[in-house]
Structure formats: structure tokens, C-alpha cells
């Protein structure tokens, strides 16, 4: 990739699953968000418009690589939708304006196109979902990751037990271990623990 986080603040990376939207957790969630007192970027899951993507690829017969470009758009419009929950939320496309947004006491919502089409380290398929996309860019920016999920995880849980049962993707443990991420999950039963972690009282 042509960008490296040189000269980039360093905020939690939270991803708001689009399955949030569908138990009617994501307006909390995002009010939340939006009164952080630390610097946040949000990563939107694709939500419906990536499962409409699924759907039409058997009909439509179009390859893994497109389907891939096709759910990064799809995680753009899901941008689109949370940036008009609140005024402190806008939507970035690279590192440079993630940095501009947090220094500007704005809150980033990225839409990932731009900087993953063609990053190696992004699996170019339908194994490598939004929590791949979010520990890449925690990644890049040396940042802690947070997913927000619409179940709960017991303590103690590693990531390659979450992915095999279907709670993480695939793809998502091999970027953490490579990055030494810090990550933490949080179901519908963690909402105090997010909002102290928001508030600067947890641990990052």
C-alpha cells in the first residue's frame, strides 16, 4: 500500500457490525459513539447491502475479486447512513483525512475502497469481511480494535475459537497476531464496559 501510518494519530478502531442495524442496537451504539471522549474511528459492517451483493453473485455470476470491491461499497453506504445520525460523524477514505477528522474533534467513519483495493493483505473473497478490514486498519494506524457484535463472547475466548464459530472471520486472527493488536469484543450485554472504554476509563 502507497499510505503508512507516518505522521497519523491514533484512535480505537471500533466496527459497528451491520447486524447491529437488524437488532436495533446501532442508533445506542452510534449515539454513544458520537459522545466519545476519546479519539474513535468507526468502521462500518456492510449490513443489508453487502447481503444483497451475496444474493445477486450466483444469479449475476460475477467472480470473488468484484464481489470483494462490491461489499467495500457496500460498507460506503452504511457510512453514508451513520454520518447522518449525527453532525460529529464524516465519512474518510485514507489515513491522512482519519487524521484531520480526529485532530478536527470530528469522529471518522471510513469507507475502506480506496486504501484496501489492491492492499495484499486484504484476502480479495468473501473470507476477509468487515473485521478483517478493521483490524488492517488498526493495523496501519498502531491502534487498539474494538468489535461491536450483535452476541456476546465469554471471557477468555481466543480469536481462532471465535472464527471458528462464526463470530469473527477467518482472515481477522492472522492480521492481529501479526500486528500484536489489542481487541476486545462486545455483545449486547457489554454496553457499560464500551461506554467507560469511550469515556477514557477502560483500558485501551
Given at each position: 500500500m502507497a499510505e503508512n501510518s507516518a505522521d497519523t494519530v491514533s484512535p480505537l478502531v471500533v466496527k459497528v457490525g451491520g447486524s447491529l442495524a437488524e437488532t436495533g442496537r446501532?442508533?445506542?451504539?452510534?449515539?454513544?459513539i458520537a459522545a466519545a471522549r476519546v479519539p474513535v474511528v468507526v468502521v462500518p459492517g456492510g449490513g443489508p447491502f453487502a447481503d444483497s451483493i451475496r444474493a445477486l453473485q450466483p444469479t449475476m455470476k460475477f467472480?470473488?475479486?468484484l464481489?470483494?470491491?462490491?461489499?467495500?461499497?457496500?460498507?460506503?453506504?452504511?457510512?453514508?447512513?451513520?454520518?447522518?445520525q449525527n453532525?460529529?460523524?464524516?465519512?474518510?477514505?485514507?489515513?491522512?483525512e482519519i487524521s484531520?477528522?480526529?485532530?478536527?474533534?470530528?469522529?471518522?467513519?471510513?469507507?475502506p475502497l480506496r486504501m484496501i483495493a489492491?492492499?495484499?493483505a486484504v484476502p480479495a473473497g468473501w473470507t476477509a469481511t468487515s473485521d478483517t478490514l478493521a483490524a488492517r486498519l488498526a493495523e496501519l494506524l498502531g491502534a487498539p480494535?474494538?468489535?461491536?457484535?450483535?452476541?456476546?463472547?465469554?471471557?477468555g475466548a481466543s480469536l481462532d475459537d471465535l472464527a471458528a464459530r462464526g463470530?469473527?472471520?477467518?482472515?481477522?486472527p492472522s492480521i492481529v497476531a501479526r500486528g500484536s493488536l489489542s481487541w476486545s469484543i462486545f455483545g449486547p450485554s457489554g454496553e457499560a464496559r464500551f461506554r467507560a472504554l469511550l469515556a477514557g476509563e477502560g483500558e485501551r
Open positions: 446501532m442508533p445506542a451504539a452510534l449515539s454513544l467472480g470473488e475479486a464481489a470483494h470491491r462490491l461489499a467495500m461499497l457496500a460498507m460506503h453506504q452504511m457510512a453514508e447512513l451513520i454520518v447522518v453532525d460529529r460523524f464524516t465519512v474518510v477514505q485514507s489515513l491522512a484531520d477528522a480526529v485532530r478536527g474533534g470530528k469522529v471518522p467513519v471510513w469507507a489492491g492492499d495484499a480494535l474494538v468489535l461491536l457484535k450483535s452476541v456476546d463472547v465469554e471471557e463470530v469473527i472471520d477467518p482472515v481477522m
